[in-house]
């Protein structure tokens, strides 16, 4: 048991801290939100060069073959930089689900391309009817002569607008929430029949609306099994919500750190506002939501690529809905502690919470990931009393 | 003891609901309930509609032509008004200054005023906060110096709420330096047409522009623009605050936002089925309503002991004003939450009243999405405003308690 | 709209303060707790003087017509004063269920009975597997040849062991869980068949298990509609239940009071504790809560007798589920600032602590009560939509 | 950075695990898993078989008779011991008054109470709360006035845990008046069976016998029971606490105490179905597993960062403390929640190990009913004593966050 980061990984976030303060400070960062793309292209190729974007990738495909923890390690300085670039979408869930799945050919065709900064994917899994249920495909994928055909809508296909590919889940038999009959294609940009409506998120990134009308796609562009994708899919969002938590944790550590700042050098009446009992308390009560904040995000990062799903699950759903508890308490704290200067766009606390907010509604929030928990755990009582 | 409302109660409610009915205009009922951008003219306009009706103050005595409600009247009209889409009115003239005014200015300054704001002809804001003078509120620094028939007044005001709108604006200055800080303090309406005002944005979380920085340079103000006595103003702010007060719970619009996130999830889909059929996301609703519930009881158990005992709103309303500002917070955060993954565009667009969503959007993202995700953000400044949570629980705890 | 106790009321108050004062001091509150009778004969007799048990009968019963909101303002004292003696159950449960669906002849038999305070129903209506539900009943009720036969087993029957009838609901149709089939018995403590099993409560009353073994019953001892009796059974609960929340607000009351006192008065480091402003927060939180509790109970009190059960419901469960959280929220926070003096037997807070926790526990938590107010508001919302 | 135990630490948990299940006897066990009352022998019997294994004091340093392990062995020691329904170890005499022995008293000291205590000859009780002195603990006012080879000691000391079955006190005491209250106090080791001692049972919120006054009247204590200096008491005291502060979090009992409410949810039947099948409750269960899921690795994480340093545990631990307690009592509340009306009988007699129930009262009041709604009432200490929730906060506020 350890629970020290390695040599590289703490060079590592060295590196990315110095690559912050220096290339991404928080008038740059609001400027890249307001830029057409929505991020900076150039830290995107200096990411590459770091091998950050093949880090978690084996050797032989341009990677590094780095761990859960190590994508922890980077998550979490991306959350105190606020980093905007389509790291989630494209390194972790994308390429770590065609790690994981994708025939050896194709493997070797993206791998090597997302490491070295030339090629984006996203992943359109959600329908606006199914919430965060991925099991609810009503997107049909259709036997043709040559492939498949996909129609179909998905929403909120997060980093789609730079994307060059988008894993689009699909389903060619079975009622429009079965777990069986989903299929997974690998479906160009420029896919005749695909159309994207684009929009900016609430905090800073893209995202679009995917239309799909009758696109064919080649056998080959199936990744995994086809109709029994689900559990391919699940285990890579799971893979993203790890990522997302790390994140989160460097934000909690962040917005703490700011607010005890605050608290030390605002005065009212006279005195620092950080000599009141009961703020002193509050902050308290901060400091340890981070403290147990880092170890789940620890449970995750070790958790995160298990086999077995029902352990995953746990590990993963526990520890999102305990991090969505956790820094909603503490992103409101924070901003309550600020008052007004909480509330205003020119300083980095509104930006912080309103990243938190935006992690807690994504692939899944506190509630939704307690429900999955709280299920879970009925089916081992039940099992542990018969 | 009894919950039920008078029969002339009841009638006052059917004619209130009849007016709105009748009078409320549907673009402004529509932007209100869609969440939509409000500009000036709407909100004059709707001020407008009412001081015809004779409503134009709910509150004021008569001679100054209020309609000279009770707070049970009041109550009913606020609940009526929310529940129809109606914009809230400009508690910075009526309920803020206008009393302060009625108590405290001369009779020169009440007749030119008053009856511009109940017409709705003058926009008022209010200058108090100062950049290192929030709770602390005396410690403000902004100066007026008296110089012959004017006062020249120097410094900054902050946290100003839509003063961009704004004719007037009421402010504590500094008049002398002499002794306590509340005793130099004085209270001073200033035309915001006079040179040497500049008002900056300030762009709030949501992405909005609502409040502003108001600088004060060498600003020349008539002396017949104090209000009372020089150096008596912090008097005046008191009093003012207590009047901020009495509509602290806010349970009309929390109602309406309650009624809103329960048609929100019975609209929006789990997994196919309506949200509202996930007994864990209604028991959050459930919640809040329970709370909502014993406020709005709690509310009118203090409003009847104020009118009861003819006096203003003591320090228990902080009460009204923790927990209203919860509430509503809550309910903010819960129709956010119920959008799942809808949550996260941000369509700065959208809040326009005559946005079209595009057709690829429109078949899921419903129209009351878009301003949801904003609003829950701006609504974290609810504990924040108009005296802290933090504040709040001070004032019961000493003024309430005894501690 | 009305908020002011009247001149009676308010006098009833008045009286019941003086009583307690002086006959049922915490001490000797301590020493009925413990005696083999559980509350004291003398007090309930004087209870029968002051008019108090038949208060809410009317007056051609030897009532005195009174209110829900009277009863509020006699449980508010009882709670204040921890009162022992069984009025929840006698003269608001059983009591008010006779007054709402007995045939005159029983009304005129018992009402005045209990009013003159020598007569003690208590209610028998749960079953161990029904956990809060009503509607959940085992028991049996076969018709015979005269009569009724009943078998099953009630648990936890409050105040039982004083008790000179029961009201025993049992089935003669229907599943175990339906709402339909339930029909309620008046049954004499001496019938033959019937067996009690007795044990003092947590908070000082009695109790007892029912064992009922083929027990003969009258026809006329059948109270309102046979096979049908559900309705009345929760309506009479739901009476108790707003008595309970009206001792809650009283004992919410007590409590407070005690902890600004002992904040006032309690020196750490040479200063008074209530001058720490996390303490101070706290208190007002308290505070806080104790007038939300007070605007439910008045909602309960007044809406308690309703005959719509949707709306009743509505504000019962509301209330239940609501002053459940408040006043736990109290009674943890009063017995966490008293410190250790807060968890010892010797000083009242914690048998006001007792107490409360008690009431939550009895006809249903605040979460099943909350699960009850949901599950309305399902049903509302639907309807407003469709 | 991971999360396994090494083969070695695996290798010791079975031996641990298969040690529990040989030699931890059955009517111990029994009364742990039911929450029976302990008696005084229950634990000695326990300590005893714990010390011929050689497990007597498992962090004590070997030359001391104890098996100098490692925190990590220690947290595997107390969870297995947890979950097999082993009691716990008197702290007190292992945890508290023993390392400060080995730290400052003197050879003689160290040769005859250490080997009694691990042996569990000797039964310690704490002498620190007075009256008036619970958190402020440095305005204690037991004097002990040195007269020749004796100390006189009077006074009174509370909250004193299990002090009936005790054979010796370590004690507090004020030496001197001259200073700072911290500076005049000393650290006494006092034999219960001194003439001058009597201990009065206090009764807890649950009617049990678990704390006492002990009054000291002239009590003669010879001056070899000095530890350390005098007048240097506090600094042992607080050397003490830190040591008092490692098994903070109870995570080995939490787990236990988790596992039990899942049981007694799955037993405890609502309209006919099992309790765990709600998703309410069940909810409720998950959201507590979730803090202790949180609060197990945050306990490894700091103790392993103490090994790593090998230093003493910090302020810190203040969070294992406040989380620690906070989720043995929801535990315990959710336990008494389960029960339902089952929650309300009050049976003293069912505390004790050879409780059968009437007849009547067994075909539902299941056996794990009658300590739970006792022990909710109970555990509200925990979040009091041992440093409340709120100097714990202090403690963060001031030494971890230096506000």
Redesign the interface.
């Known amino acids: 048991m350890d629970f020290r980061l390695t040599e590289e990984q703490l060079a590592l976030q060295e590196t990315l801290r110095r690559f912050i303060a220096k290339d991404y400070n928080f008038e740059r960062r609001r400027s890249l939100a307001r830029s057409p793309l929505g991020y900076s292209a150039q830290a995107w190729a200096q990411y590459a060069e770091l091998g950050l974007l093949g880090l978690p990738y084996p050797e032989e495909f341009g990677g590094l073959g780095g761990s859960g923890v190590d994508i922890m390690a980077v998550m979490e300085l991306v959350g105190q930089g606020l980093l905007l670039e389509p790291y989630v979408s494209t390194v972790v869930l994308c390429g770590g689900l065609l790690r994981d799945a994708a025939a050896r050919a194709i493997k070797e065709a993206l791998l090597p391309q997302i490491a070295a900064g030339k090629l984006q994917i996203a992943l359109a899994a959600y329908e606006a009817a199914g919430r965060y249920e991925l099991a609810h495909v009503a997107s049909t994928a259709v036997r043709a002569a040559k492939g498949w055909r996909l129609t179909g809508r998905k929403s909120v296909v997060l980093d789609a607008p730079s994307a060059d590919y988008f894993l689009v889940s699909a389903r060619s038999s079975g009622k429009r929430t079965d777990a069986e009959g989903i299929s997974l294609f690998l479906v160009r940009r420029d896919a005749p029949g695909l159309t994207l409506q684009a929009y900016p998120t609430q905090s800073g990134g893209r995202a679009a609306d995917l239309h799909l009308q009758d696109v064919a796609i080649d056998d080959d562009a199936v990744i995994g099994a086809p109709e029994r994708a689900l559990p391919v899919i699940e285990r890579a969002v799971d893979q993203g919500i790890a990522a997302l938590c790390a994140e989160a944790l460097g934000i909690v550590t962040a917005l703490n750190e700011a607010t005890l700042n605050y608290l030390k050098t605002r005065k009212q009446f006279g005195t620092v506002i950080g000599s009141f009992q009961a703020l002193q308390h509050r902050m308290a009560d901060m400091f340890i939501a981070a403290e147990q904040t880092r170890s789940m995000a620890i449970i995750a990062a070790i958790q995160a690529a298990g086999d077995e799903p029902a352990t995953r699950r746990r590990a993963i759903s526990g520890a999102k809905a305990y991090i969505g508890q956790a820094a909603r308490f503490v992103g409101q704290q924070a901003v309550q502690l600020h008052g007004a200067m909480g509330v205003v766009d020119e300083l980095n606390v509104s930006h912080y919470f309103k990243r938190l907010t935006m992690i807690d509604m994504t692939f899944g929030d506190a509630d939704h990931h307690l429900a999955r928990f709280s299920d879970a755990l009925r089916v081992e009582a039940i099992g542990a009393a018969s | 003891?009894?919950?039920?409302?008078?029969a002339a109660?009841e009638a006052f409610r059917a004619e209130v609901r009849a007016f709105l009915e009748a009078e409320l205009p549907a673009d402004i009922r529509s932007k209100v309930r869609l969440g939509r951008r409000m500009q000036k003219d709407d909100l004059v306009r709707w001020q407008k509609i009412l001081y015809r009706r004779g409503w134009g103050a709910g509150m004021w005595p008569q001679r100054y032509g209020g309609a000279d409600w009770s707070v049970?009247e009041q109550h009913i009209f606020d609940e009526e008004a929310a529940a129809a889409g109606a914009p809230p009115q400009i508690a910075f003239a009526l309920r803020m200054v206008a009393p302060v005014l009625m108590s405290f200015a001369t009779a020169a300054q009440q007749n030119y005023f008053l009856p511009r704001i109940i017409c709705g002809e003058d926009w008022w804001c209010q200058g108090y906060?100062e950049p290192?003078s929030?709770?602390?509120l005396a410690s403000l620094r902004t100066s007026a110096v008296r110089e012959g028939a004017h006062y020249r007044v120097t410094g900054q005001k902050?946290?100003n709420t839509l003063g961009q709108y704004a004719d007037w604006i009421f402010c504590l200055v500094r008049t002398s330096s002499d002794a306590r800080p509340q005793q130099g303090i004085s209270f001073l309406l200033i035309d915001m047409k006079s040179p040497g005002i500049t008002v900056r944005p300030?762009?709030?979380?949501d992405?909005e522009h609502e409040i502003n920085d108001i600088f004060f340079d060498n600003v020349q103000v008539p002396v017949e623009n104090l209000v009372g006595e020089e150096n008596k103003g912090w008097t005046y702010a008191k009093f003012l605050l207590s009047h901020e007060r009495t509509n602290n719970a806010g349970i009309g619009n929390c109602k309406r936002a309650l009624k809103r996130l329960?048609?929100i999830?019975?609209?929006?889909?789990?997994?196919?089925r309506?949200?509202?059929?996930d007994?864990?996301?209604?028991?959050?609703?459930?919640?809040v309503?329970?709370?909502l519930?014993?406020?709005?009881?709690?509310n009118?158990?203090v409003l009847?002991?104020v009118s009861?005992e003819s006096r203003a709103p003591g320090p228990?309303v902080s009460?009204l004003k923790?927990?209203g500002s919860e509430i509503i917070q809550q309910l903010a955060e819960l129709q956010?939450?119920a959008?799942?993954?809808?949550?996260?565009?941000?369509?700065r667009e959208a809040l326009e009243v005559d946005w079209v969503p595009?057709p690829?959007?429109a078949?899921?993202?419903a129209a009351f999405a878009p301003p949801l995700?904003?609003q829950?953000?701006?609504y974290?400044?609810t504990?924040?405003?108009a005296g802290?949570?933090?504040i709040q629980?001070?004032i019961?705890?000493?003024l309430?308690?005894?501690?």
């Open positions: 003891m009894n919950l039920n409302y008078t109660e049970v906060s290192g929030g709770s602390d902050t946290w300030i762009i709030t979380i992405g329960k048609e999830a019975t609209r929006q889909s789990q997994n196919g309506p949200l509202i059929e007994s864990r996301f209604r028991d959050r609703i459930a919640q309503e329970l709370e519930m014993a406020l709005e009881i709690t009118l158990r009847s002991a009861t228990e009460l923790i927990k956010m939450h959008l799942g993954h809808d949550a996260l565009p941000y369509l595009a690829l959007l078949d899921h993202y995700t904003g829950y953000f701006n974290r400044k504990t924040i405003y802290s949570t933090e629980k001070n019961i705890s000493k309430v308690l005894g501690l």
